[in-house]
């Protein structure tokens, strides 16, 4: 076996809530390479070291380097997972090329590809990749050969479970994309049988994911070692995440026919959450901060290293230390224009704001807060969820009057700079002209005002909060609302702890906590559920599914989320942005700004395409979108298996909905 490691250096990768700096002989091992088969594994010190090279594989966090690869499990966008995933959903609108067309799976061109191509730089990846689980089973199936010079079978047990925790997060990336897949125990090579598994049934298949989850929990460290390796708790939680995942698919999936065992998994979750809970370790980040002011939200993801509170919400962090290892995901995200390097300009949906409550608990269409979508001054973005202003930005504050050259943000100093909004995107040798927004909705979340993110290409340090509390509490919250068996003490544990961390005022506004007596009414977002996924879930779990999108909106679960719930066709939501009145027309003339570099146009009908009621229309240049509208299949519940791998494998069968090949 050529190359059995290419082992890479991950230099102060911090995966532990704890860890605040680096281990030098974990993190400074040298690069092995070009290991012959059964060369290796044979001693202890050989078993960490080899799984070394996982983490880089599994806990990609914001990536390294120039940070552009396309990531798992839909293999959608490229870069960061965390700060990019949910583009091409309906939270967010981005390019995927220069003549301002987006990616062909919301196009209803998106064709199965002729072969698994080896390079992740090929825009048809589907994630029919199997390297990646051949390097995982290669350790199980060898790291017995060190038994010899172990005192305990303890410490073989506790190396295993960390390939089992990688296994199972490669299953369930599988299983999110495929629904069903073979299940492989060998490190294949070219005669092994296994290659032609059909296959496994989910039933079966989800089962042996629950399995290692629960080896690994077994027998990983509590809390984890000084040099920040997997641990029981980050165990738990990439359980209850799976496990979510998979009973929601069950029980609204009805084609699977497995509805009867989805509570086993929704129960599952919640055993996994509250094991997290009760370990005490675990915080929201500045509940009542004094350290960030207002905002702990914002700050929260644009913070450097683990130090201070958000180590008490980081269950599994990547912590770059920008010499060593570095990301260019923090400058690109920030400051990119257009198509420029490939990166992406984007914008939040009109969409994703309305289900932004109010200050008052009321949504937009019931509460006397909300001041509509008229006028100049982006006013639909006051009186509400204080989240939305952490997470979308409004002019006059962050980013709008920033100097990345000064690294400061000051009005006085800087000027006012509108988001830019144009769809002119580039061609090729061009300079870039379009905006990194697109909408009027620029979001600040994960924009961070660190003078070495901004004007670095590949050595930023901004953290990547891969696993974090808010989540668990999320999904506590939510699993427990399928089950029926919620209550009053469990959202203020979930839901009401994490509007308290934002900003709520539950003393000026006491109907902004939610009850189980006290649930909103909202039949505009009722209305779209039985619009676009055939069903209306009960008040309780709209609210939970509306505080998950909103707290979760742009970590990369949006379209995990919509698959899961079977509300693909969320996508089809004509997609919108801000409302292009009269007075926004001025100010993006050209002649609105006290600094020349200030002053973004966007002229109507040239750059910008309004509706019948004056909102930006998304893709407006795109062929094969209509009036801001795209496209869905529910073929696009599983991606496709290249042709060429069922022409390999007699046994396998192609995802349900896509073309198969000729078996005569």
Known sequence: MKRLIKYITISCVSLGFVLTSCNDDFMQRNPINNLAEGSFLKNEGDLPLYLNQLYNIYCQGHQTGNAYQYTPPFFITRGSQLMYGDIFTDNAIGFSNTSGDIVSRMQGTWQVPATAVSSLEDANQTGWRWGNLRTVNYFLNHYREAEGSVSSPDILNKWAAE??????????????????????????????????????????????????????????????????????????????????????????????????????????CVKACDAIVATGKYELYNVASTEVGNDPYWHLFKLNGLTGGNQKEAILARVYDADKLGHGTSRYFNMNRGNAAGRYCKG????????????????????????????????????????????????????????????????????????????????????????????????????????????????GSQTALIFRYGEVLLMLAEAKAE??????????????????????????????????????????????????????????????????????????????????????????????????TTEKQKLYDGSNTSKDKNAPKATLNSDVFIDSDGFIIGYPKSPNVTSGVVKWNDRYYYNPIPLQELELNKNLTQSLGWQDINRN
Not at 165 to 184: D, H, N, R, S, T
Not at 224 to 229: F, Q
Not at 348 to 374: Q, R
């Open 483 to 580: 089950l029926g068996t919620i209550t009053n003490a469990d959202l203020d544990l979930t839901v009401n702890a994490l509007r308290k961390r934002a900003g709520f005022d539950f003393v000026k506004y006491p109907n902004s906590k939610l009850t189980l007596q006290n649930i909103p009414a909202d039949a505009r977002l009722d209305n779209l559920y039985q619009q676009y996924a055939g069903y209306v879930p009960s008040p309780i779990l709209r609210e939970i599914r509306r505080e998950r999108r909103v707290e979760m909106a742009m970590e990369g679960l949006r379209r995990e989320d919509l698959v899961r719930w079977k509300a693909g066709k969320f996508v089809e939501k004509p997609i919108r942005g801000m409302k292009f």
């Open 348 to 459: 939040a949906t009109k969409d994703l704001l309305d289900e932004y409550l109010c200050a008052d608990g009321l949504p937009v269409t019931s509460s006397p807060l909300f001041k509509g979508y008229d006028g100049d001054d982006w006013r639909e973005l006051d009186n509400r969820d204080p989240r939305l202003r952490q997470t979308v930005v409004k002019p006059g504050e962050y980013i709008t009057i920033f100097d990345r050259d000064k690294g400061t943000i000051d009005r006085s100093a800087n000027g006012l700079k509108y988001p830019e909004i144009t769809y002119n995107c580039p061609t090729a040798n061009q300079t870039p002209t379009g905006g990194p927004c697109v909408t009027g909705y620029m979001f600040i979340k994960h924009w961070t005002n660190e003078t070495i993110d901004n004007g670095s290409t590949t050595n």
């Open 163 to 268: 390939a089992y925790f990688f296994k199972a997060w490669e299953y369930y990336q599988k299983i999110v994309a495929f629904g069903e897949v073979p299940w492989l125990e060998t490190d294949l090579n070219v005669n092994s049988p296994e290659l032609q598994s059909a296959r496994m049934p989910r039933e079966e298949l989800a089962n042996k994911v629950l399995e290692c989850l629960d080896y690994a929990i077994e027998h990983l460290s509590p809390t984890g070692t000084a040099d920040g390796r997997i641990n029981k708790n980050m165990a738990n939680f990439l359980k209850a995440r799976f496990c979510l995942f998979e009973g929601t698919f069950r029980k609204y999936h009805t084609e699977v026919g497995l509805q009867s065992s989805a509570n086993k998994f929704l129960e599952e």
